[in-house]
C-alpha cells in the first residue's frame, strides 16, 4: 500500500459535526464542505460516547449525499479508540482523524488495528487514511516521525485548542506561529498535506479575522482546514482556491518561461520580476490545484 499523488485529499473545508447532534448531520451536506468530520471526541459528552459510536454509518450515509468525504474523529484513550475504531472503519469513511498522537509506534500501533478492521470487514486494504493531529508538546516533539509514520497518512495538524492548552499558553497566532509552522514542515518532508490555520478554531463569529488568518496561513503552506461551524465553510473553500487572478498569472508565467526555455534560457523577465525554476513551479501548483478543484466539483 502506497499513497498516490490522487490520494492526496481536496479538503479545503472539513466540517466538524458532533455526530449525535441530529439538526446538524441532517443540514451538513448543504454546507459546501469538501469533507466532513463526524465527531466522536472532544465534542461528544463522556457518558455519550457508547451511543455516538453506533451512530456513524447512518451520519455516513447523510452527510455524503452531497459529495462530500467522510472523517470521522476517534478518541485518543486506547479503550475507546479500538472500539470507535472496531465500529467505524467501512467502505463510506475515507479517513480516520487521530487526535493527541504522540509518537510514530502510537500511529504504527493503530495502523495495526486498521489492517486487521479493514481485514474483517472486507474493507480494501488501506482505504482507511489518517489525518493525524499533533495536540501536545510530548507529540511535537516527534512531529516529523509522526508524519511519516504510515502511509495511510494523508494529511498532518496541529490541534491549536488543545496544544495551547498542554503548554500553558493561549491559542493565538504568535504562540501557535512556531508550532503550526513545523506542523507545515514535518508534513510536506512526508510528502502529506498540511491542513489547519495558524489561529483558533472557536473565532467563528469574527468573519474578517478569520478571512485574514486563512490567507496568512495559505501563504505559509497549509492547503485546508476543519472548523467548526458551517459560516466558516465559505472562507475555506474561496481561500484555499487560487482565484481566477492567480491562475490566469500563474498560465502566463508558465507560458513565457516555456518560450524562453525553447529558446535556450533558464530564467526570464515576466511582468518586471525575474522568473526561474522554483517560482515556475509554485505557478504550476497554482495551476494543478486549480484544475483539481475544478475536476472534484465537476464531480459533486
Ligand atoms: N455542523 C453542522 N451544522 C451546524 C454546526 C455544525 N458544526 N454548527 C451549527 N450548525 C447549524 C445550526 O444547526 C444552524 O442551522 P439552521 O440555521 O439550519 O437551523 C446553523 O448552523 C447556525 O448555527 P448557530 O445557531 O449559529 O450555531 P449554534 O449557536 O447552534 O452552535 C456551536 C454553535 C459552536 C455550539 C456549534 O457550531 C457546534 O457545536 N460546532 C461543532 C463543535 C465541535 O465539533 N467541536 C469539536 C471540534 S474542535
Ligand atoms: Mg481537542
Known sequence: M???????PFWRSMLFVPVNVPKYVAKAHERGADAIILDLEDSIAPADKA????????AATVVSRGGADVVVRINRPIELAV???????SAEV??????????????????????????????????TRFIAMVET????RYIWEIAEATPRNVALTLGGEDFASDIGGEPDPEVLLYPKQQCVLAARAAGITPMGTIGSVANFQDVEGYRAS??????????????????????????????????DTAERMIAAYEKA???????????????????????????DRARRIAARMGGR
Open 2 to 8: 502506497q499513497a498516490r499523488a490522487d490520494d492526496a
Open 51 to 58: 451511543a455516538a459510536r453506533t451512530m456513524v454509518a447512518d
Open 83 to 89: 472500539r470507535d475504531i472496531e465500529a467505524v472503519v
Open 94 to 127: 475515507r479517513a480516520l482523524m487521530l487526535p493527541k498522537i504522540d509518537s510514530a509506534g502510537h500511529l504504527r500501533l493503530l495502523t495495526e488495528l486498521v489492517d486487521a478492521v479493514e481485514a474483517q470487514k472486507g474493507v480494501a486494504r488501506g482505504h
Open 137 to 140: 508538546a510530548a507529540g511535537f
Open 214 to 247: 486563512i490567507k496568512r496561513s495559505r501563504r505559509f503552506g497549509f492547503e485546508g482546514s476543519a472548523c467548526i461551524h458551517p459560516s466558516i465553510v465559505p472562507l475555506l473553500n474561496e481561500g484555499f482556491t487560487p482565484s481566477a487572478t492567480e491562475v
Open 261 to 287: 526555455y525553447a529558446e535556450g534560457r533558464g530564467s526570464v523577465t515576466f511582468d518586471g520580476k525575474m522568473i526561474d525554476v522554483p517560482i515556475v513551479e509554485r505557478a504550476q501548483r497554482v495551476v
